[in-house]
């Protein structure tokens, strides 16, 4: 039997992957998409790609009958419309990042593990070719023992085109917690190590005077469970006309005992430079897993034993629980802040 999907927000694009996903699949059905904004509204209308069937999320609640609801509102709203669904005894499916406030993800949490109900995420680097076959690299001993790692997730701003709630106060709720969860998810799954402290953190209004409270710039220092470090850089300021096009584009360099492995969402498989090697080995790219954070999500409310390195509800809620502290410290200008 199908289970019964309903959309609440539109005003982030990427949740229309989800509802493109859900026309395709025999096990989801559309049960009604709202959207409470009316200017979004009236544009997704006229476009004709999603079918709006309710005004505002209080009328989905009232008239659609639904499983589970995907969430794709500006972000500082999210938290609540999760905790609506999960208080009705709905699944959630959100794109991230889920919440902006830690006192709405530990609720979530709350309310998942009292009703035994499932939470996803669009975390989609798990899916990735290049990303699967750093991870079998890493996991496999290629590079021994993981000291160090450096990550860049910059990106372009795309001011005047990206939505504007981005640059409202309240509605954002600050860059780290926006970009670098992608990160973070990635670090424990690709390495078997999890990121234990934000060491120091800074989140800052570099170049966009126009809104200036607006954190275009964005960097991390952290540490790993083995007493291993990483450095992450995920400002908005790649320039606008290279967009996601720049070979650095989430490119991830490995450190460990045996040597280095490096590979981005740009790159042509993972590049290894091992001790004792004569030559660069050269990885390819692993079969990649279209939409595995549905997949997965699906799985586990089906009640399928989690396959190896799923994504799951607790793997979802512990990276947006890492990712918050760590723009916590930002915010705050603290520093040695522990993380879990």
């Known amino acids: 039997m199908a289970l019964r999907i309903a959309f609440a927000g539109f005003r982030h694009g990427h949740i229309t992957e989800v509802y493109a996903l859900a026309r395709q699949r025999e096990d989801l059905e559309l049960a009604g998409a709202c959207e409470d904004h009316a200017e979004t509204r009236e544009r997704l209308k006229a476009d004709g790609k999603i079918e709006i069937t309710h005004d505002s999320t209080d009328a989905l609640f009232d008239g659609a009958a639904f499983d589970v609801l995907a969430v794709g509102d500006y972000y500082g709203r999210r938290g609540e419309l999760l905790i609506r669904a999960l208080e009705a005894g709905k699944h959630v499916m959100v794109d991230k990042p889920m919440c902006t406030r830690r006192a709405e993800l530990d609720r979530v949490a709350e309310l998942a593990a009292a009703g035994g109900l499932s939470v996803g995420c669009q975390l989609n680097m798990r899916s990735s070719g290049n990303f699967i076959a750093l991870r079998d690299a890493v996991l496999g001993g290629a590079v021994g023992e993981v000291h160090t790692i450096d990550f860049q997730g910059q990106h372009p701003l795309s001011w005047g085109s990206r939505p504007g709630w981005y640059f409202e106060p309240g509605k954002h709720g600050g ?61 908005y300021l790649t320039p606008d006309n290279f967009a996601y096009e720049v070979p650095c584009y989430w490119r991830f360099t490995l450190h460990g005992s045996d040597g280095i492995a490096e590979t981005s969402s740009k790159a042509d498989g993972v590049g290894i430079w091992a001790v004792g090697e004569d030559a660069p080995r050269h990885v390819p790219a692993a079969e990649p897993r279209p939409a595995g954070y549905l997949e997965d999500f699906l799985a586990e409310i089906r009640g399928e034993a989690p396959g190896e390195g799923a994504l799951t509800t607790a793997t979802v809620l512990d990276a947006a629980r890492r990712t918050l502290a760590i723009q916590a410290a930002a915010d705050e200008r603290l520093t040695e802040v522990a993380l879990g």
């Open 175 to 235: 860059t780290i917690n926006d970009l670098a969860i992608h990160a973070i998810d990635m670090i424990g799954w690709a390495t078997g190590r999890q990121i234990v402290a934000a060491v120091a953190a800074r989140a800052w209004n570099a170049r966009l005077k126009e809104v200036g409270f607006f954190q275009d710039g964005a960097q991390m220092m952290l540490r790993l469970d083995n007493d291993g470090g990483v450095l992450g850089d995920v400002s």
